[in-house]
């Protein structure tokens, strides 16, 4: 299978190269396997993620979008009886190398999952609580992340006046942007996020699709979606995930219009998945 990458001249390069990618790629990806156990769930995957991009992962569902999302942070390491081959270079680094931090992988590398997941606390301490695990202690610089980080999500004006009641007594789409609000909080690089919208209603889909396309100017994003037009609508680049494969990883636009697999076009018309 021909794999290939988009430089951030958007030109199409070859990623058979073994020479470190260009200052701006995030996470390059190189002959990534993944087994649970004796099933084989990612299969020589080969990309590269690009800082202030957003990625879209799109594909059937147990096709591995989901596991991929989490070799990305290294979540995948608290699942018993997994095994990787291949590298990912984050920042030109092996983050799969067993001397490689996932602690401090993780602070970089934020992650938003498909459920709102607040914790039973206030909304302050929701988005205190990261911060306050990294040892700030002084009053003063939490209420300015707590603000900052409620902003940044859009969060703020819905819920400056109710800091301190229950984060769950918010609406689903609230509690979603509460929980990108506690990402920021730690000010990662990188936000993974998996299937954010599928459990919201269509005015907080918009919401949380307009919220990501605004954090991109200062974050890269790295979204798993089934949903084909939030994919379009908002990614730069795009992989197409098949059994465990990359079928294909482009640029959205190209992905889109011109598929250069027949399964890929497939799949984005619907004819399977
Ligand atoms: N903890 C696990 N133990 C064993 N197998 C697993 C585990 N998690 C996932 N798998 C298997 O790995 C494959 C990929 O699963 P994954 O959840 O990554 O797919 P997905 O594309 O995210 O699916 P979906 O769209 O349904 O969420 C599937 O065959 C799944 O059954």
Redesign the pocket.
């Given at each position: 299978m021909a794999l290939t990458a988009i430089s951030n001249e958007n030109k199409v390069t070859s990623i058979e190269s073994k020479q470190p990618e260009q200052a701006s790629t995030l996470f390059d990806v190189r002959d990534l396997n993944l087994w649970?156990n004796q099933?084989q769930?990612l299969k020589q995957i080969n990309l590269t993620i690009q800082q202030n991009n957003i990625t879209a992962i799109i594909?059937p569902?147990?096709?591995?979008?989901?596991?991929f999302l989490k070799t990305l942070n290294r979540m995948i390491d608290l699942?018993p009886s997994v095994t990787t081959t291949g590298d990912i270079y984050y920042k030109h680094d092996n983050m799969l190398a067993d001397s490689y931090n996932p602690e401090q992988l993780r602070t970089r590398v934020g992650m938003v999952f498909q459920k709102p997941n607040p914790f039973p606390k206030s909304i302050y301490e929701n988005v205190a609580y990261g911060p306050k695990i990294h040892g700030i202690k002084d009053k003063k610089i939490l209420n300015q992340i707590v603000e900052k980080s409620l902003r940044d999500a859009y969060l703020w004006d819905e819920v400056k006046d109710r800091l301190k009641d229950s984060a769950l007594g918010l609406s689903g789409g609230q509690q979603q942007r509460l929980c990108i609000a506690r990402t920021l909080a730690i000010e990662p690089d990188v936000i993974l996020m998996d299937e954010p919208t599928s459990a919201l209603d269509p005015v907080s889909t918009a919401k949380i699709e307009e919220l990501i396309q605004q954090l991109k100017e200062d974050y890269s994003i790295v979204i798993?979606t089934?949903n084909m037009q939030q994919a379009g609508r908002i990614s730069d680049q795009t992989a197409f995930?098949l059994n465990g494969e990359v079928v294909e990883f482009n640029d959205t636009h190209t992905m889109f219009h011109e598929p250069s697999d027949s399964r890929t076009h497939d799949y984005i018309n619907g004819h399977f998945g």
């Open positions: 649970y099933t769930a594909g569902s147990g096709c591995g979008k989901s596991t699942t798993v089934h995930f």
